[in-house]
């Protein structure tokens, strides 16, 4: 059964207004650091993540329900799939929260976590995987807690959120339509060879070859999506985001990438995104932008 996935929404947390020159909060280094990048040039957030970090499923929630407007009028969601990407997370999430917040009260809850990066894409192979209702609609929410601390603020506070909708039929505002996807694990010290592997699975599952690939997006913070993006699809053109670049947003990363760069993607052309979990996996999709109603 066709399946497609709503124009991302996605919530972030606020800059403190402190300036260019101003340090970075304790997260965003630490992140920074943990991925091999310097942070970005935007304004620091603050040192008080109970302060200026909103608690996760305020976050979540907020990009859960930009979602909901994208579904058809009637259409009520069986299914939230909650994904959290960080180190601090040693349990699943609590998703009665996140549903309570999103106004979901007929929806079940699954909570997907501890791959640092991949629980998306993990999400969407399943709903692809599975011979679901014509009428399911699911919520895709995508969360990245703030990495590296044992501060029991920081197991509140979220740092990013995103969030989609995984529908049996086109999306009024347009969309993407969602052809293939893969995950894998592997070995430390073979994440570049997994990543081309996994993207060469989903380019089986999707029916097609790398040179009907016509752009691409890594997942941020890390050399190696991008560095296989343009060794297995050269002529593909590698597509970021300004927002956060160069930031890893967890599993929220590549939504959030989407819905920036989803106004510069032309509709019918094939699309590969690739993602890098911090906990050695792999995933990758692809798809292929189309118009709203209003625009067909």
């Known amino acids: 059964?066709?399946?497609?996935?709503?124009?991302?929404?996605?919530?972030?947390?606020?800059?403190?207004?402190?300036?260019?020159?101003?340090?970075?909060?304790?997260?965003?280094?630490?992140?920074?650091?943990?991925?091999?990048?310097?942070?970005?040039?935007?304004?620091?957030?603050?040192?008080?993540?109970?302060?200026?970090?909103?608690?996760?499923?305020?976050?979540?929630?907020?990009?859960?329900?930009?979602?909901?407007?994208?579904?058809?009028?009637?259409?009520?969601?069986?299914?939230?799939?909650?994904?959290?990407?960080?180190?601090?997370?040693?349990?699943?999430?609590?998703?009665?929260?996140?549903?309570?917040?999103?106004?979901?009260?007929?929806?079940?809850?699954?909570?997907?976590?501890?791959?640092?990066?991949?629980?998306?894409?993990?999400?969407?192979?399943?709903?692809?995987?599975?011979?679901?209702?014509?009428?399911?609609?699911?919520?895709?929410?995508?969360?990245?807690?703030?990495?590296?601390?044992?501060?029991d603020a920081a197991s509140r506070a979220a740092s990013a959120a995103a969030a989609a909708l995984v529908c049996p039929f086109p999306p009024p505002a347009g969309g993407y339509r969602l052809l293939g996807a893969a995950v894998t694990r592997h070995p430390a010290d073979g994440r570049a060879a997994a990543l081309a592997a996994v993207l060469g699975e989903a380019l089986e599952r999707a029916g097609m070859a790398a040179g009907d690939i016509s752009w691409t997006v890594a997942q941020e913070g890390a050399a190696d999506p991008p560095m296989v993006l343009s060794t297995a699809m050269p002529a593909a053109r590698l597509a970021r985001r300004t927002a956060r670049r160069g930031i890893d947003l967890g599993c929220a990363d590549l939504l959030v990438s989407l819905h920036?760069?989803?106004?510069?993607?032309?509709?019918?052309?094939?699309?590969?995104l690739l993602a890098a979990g911090q906990f050695m996996s792999a995933a990758a999709l692809i798809v292929v932008p189309e118009l709203s109603i209003a625009e067909r």
Request: proline content about 10%.
């Open 1 to 151: 059964m066709p399946l497609w996935l709503s124009r991302p929404t996605m919530m972030l947390a606020p800059d403190s207004g402190r300036g260019r020159d101003a340090r970075f909060d304790f997260y965003v280094e630490n992140a920074a650091a943990r991925h091999g990048t310097a942070p970005p040039v935007f304004a620091g957030l603050s040192g008080a993540p109970d302060a200026d970090h909103p608690e996760a499923e305020t976050l979540a929630g907020a990009a859960v329900r930009l979602a909901l407007l994208d579904a058809p009028p009637g259409a009520v969601p069986t299914r939230l799939h909650d994904c959290r990407s960080s180190p601090s997370i040693g349990s699943p999430a609590p998703s009665y929260k996140l549903l309570a917040k999103a106004g979901l009260d007929r929806a079940v809850p699954l909570a997907l976590h501890g791959q640092g990066g991949t629980e998306t894409i993990q999400a969407i192979f399943l709903r692809l995987c599975e011979s679901a209702g014509e009428s399911e609609l699911t919520v895709l929410s995508g969360l990245h807690w703030p990495v590296g601390s044992g501060e």
């Open 260 to 272: 920036e760069l989803s106004a510069t993607l032309s509709a019918g052309t094939p699309g590969a």
